[in-house]
């Protein structure tokens, strides 16, 4: 009769041993990740169904090369913007911050309101846009999409949105996209990214460019390091999260500014995928 006990001894070894010199050996395995990745979230989406979006045109700046950063004008229509306002106001709910498997509302880390909005034809040009911009990857997948409202404190502290839990699949890469920004101060902050040259090109157009006003005003700060995204109607913030070796870019990290009047709503476009490139 086949013995049980020595399954359970040479699984150990075959996990262990005989995966890591194989992957020496013959490289890594072929497997399509695609396979794996949408058991980790039912909200996953990456439908090619057919779909007619209107022609739609948007102006884009590389801040960075590594990571990838790229902000995008225009990036939402004011038809877009209203419409995600629209059917994003009967679904807000109070936002929770992830510790794990548990959630939690915790107001003095992230202060706002969230809705997971539906997928109609409008939406779903959105979504395509987004996949679009990353080349179509056949191993990227997009969650249902959701908006945040800001009121006037509303705030996230800084965080990353990759987590490192997983060896197969992560956040790959994040769109943070102004749907309304009817407000002071709530821009994105990045404190570990360097200030690009302002006497080249409109970035002083998106970022807040006067150092005086540097509420952080650090060491890191002092030494030009430190840059803030305005909210501005339509625009968006496109970073990959990921290095090819599957470790999250520290330069990532990032907050949303305290609100200080008014109201801000944004659209989180997440895709993962991979976390593995090499």
């Known amino acids: ?57 948007y102006n884009t700046f590389i801040l960075s090369h590594e990571p990838l950063i790229v902000y995008i004008e225009d990036f939402l229509s004011a038809d877009e913007s209203k419409h995600l306002i629209e059917i994003s106001e009967d679904k807000f709910t109070p936002s929770t911050v992830s510790t794990g498997a548990e959630a939690s509302i915790q107001t003095d880390i992230r202060h706002s309101e969230v809705a997971l909005i539906a997928r109609d034809d409008q939406v779903r040009c959105i979504e395509n846009r987004a996949r679009a911009f990353q080349g179509w990857r056949p191993d990227l997948h997009i969650e249902r999409l959701r908006t945040q409202r800001y009121g006037v404190g509303g705030h996230y502290r800084n965080h990353f949105d990759w987590s490192g839990a997983s060896r197969d699949a992560d956040r790959v890469s994040t769109f943070m996209v102004y749907v309304d920004a009817d407000c002071e101060g709530g821009g994105t902050k990045f404190p570990r990214l360097r200030m690009p040259d302002v006497s080249k090109g409109r970035w002083c157009e998106f970022l807040e460019c006067d150092r005086q006003q540097d509420e952080d005003r650090s060491e890191l700060a002092a030494d030009n390091w430190g840059i803030t995204f305005k909210p501005i109607k339509g625009n968006a913030i496109f970073w990959e999260n990921l290095r090819p070796d599957g470790r999250g870019y520290e330069e990532t990290f990032h907050a949303g500014l305290p609100v200080l009047a008014g109201t801000k709503i944004g659209l989180n476009i997440w895709s993962w995928g991979p976390a593995r490139r090499i």
């Not at 794996?36 to 990456?46: C, E, K, Q, T």
């Open 1 to 57: 009769m086949f013995n049980l006990g020595y399954l359970a001894a040479l699984l150990p070894l075959y996990i262990f041993v005989w995966l890591p010199i194989q992957e020496m050996l013959f490289g890594p395995s072929q497997r399509a990740p695609d396979t794996r990745i949408p058991s980790l979230n039912r909200s996953f989406i990456a439908s090619d169904d057919p779909l007619d979006c209107p022609p739609h045109h």
